[in-house]
């Protein structure tokens, strides 16, 4: 078990806790390595994919499923997005951030310890407050609902499974009252735990 994956709902600081797992381990992690290579390989704006790679709405996933041709490119980048994330995987032991990594090493028989994060609204807003430089309320709210909907629609479209539901992880981690570093550290631990089974 040579890899780590990592889902999150939006706000529980994904991008640090995985710097930090990586950091922690002596590994990589791949996150925006992962676009800044599929905007290379596709010629599409890195820009562009880096706010819309990773969502889709559920609308978008009714009309996909009635109207599949009109969503091709969206299919066409995710499947160029698993290429790299095997590309990635074969160069040894690493930490994936979203991405559906998880079923994507899966199909592939790859061996992942898959974490998911998650936190209670409240704790989740302040940090998708200061992310989108607001105050926590209203905005902040409509962007974290917003951001969660479109993961799950987008995990449960690529992967075929339930986003945030535990049969799919090793390990399912609440970050309330938890910094970053503890979050990671917990993760650390218990992959290791895993790994000496």
Do not use: H
Not at 14 to 28: D, F, I, M
């Amino acid at each position: 078990m040579q890899y780590i994956t990592i889902s999150r709902e939006y706000g529980c600081e994904g991008r640090a806790v995985g710097l930090e797992v990586a950091r922690l381990l002596g590994v990589t992690l791949y996150d925006r390595d992962i676009i800044r290579e599929t905007a290379k390989v596709s010629g599409v704006d890195y820009e562009y994919l880096e706010k819309e790679a990773e969502r889709l709405t559920r609308s978008e996933s009714i009309i996909r499923s009635i109207t599949p041709m009109l969503y091709e490119e969206k299919d066409t980048l995710f499947d160029m997005q698993r290429d790299i994330i095997l590309s990635f995987a074969k160069k040894g032991p690493c930490v994936f951030l979203g991405r559906c990594a998880d079923e994507i090493l899966f199909e592939k028989g790859y061996d992942a310890f898959n974490v998911f994060l998650s936190g209670s609204e409240y704790v989740r807003m302040q940090s998708v407050a200061k992310k989108i430089g607001k105050e926590p309320g209203d905005a902040a709210y409509k962007e974290l609902r917003k951001v969660d909907a479109q993961r799950k629609a987008y995990y449960t479209r690529f992967s075929g499974r339930k986003w945030g539901d535990y049969g799919n992880y090793d390990l399912m981690l609440r970050i309330d009252g938890l910094t970053p570093e503890e979050t990671a550290k917990l993760i650390v631990d218990a992959y290791r735990l895993k790994i000496k089974d």
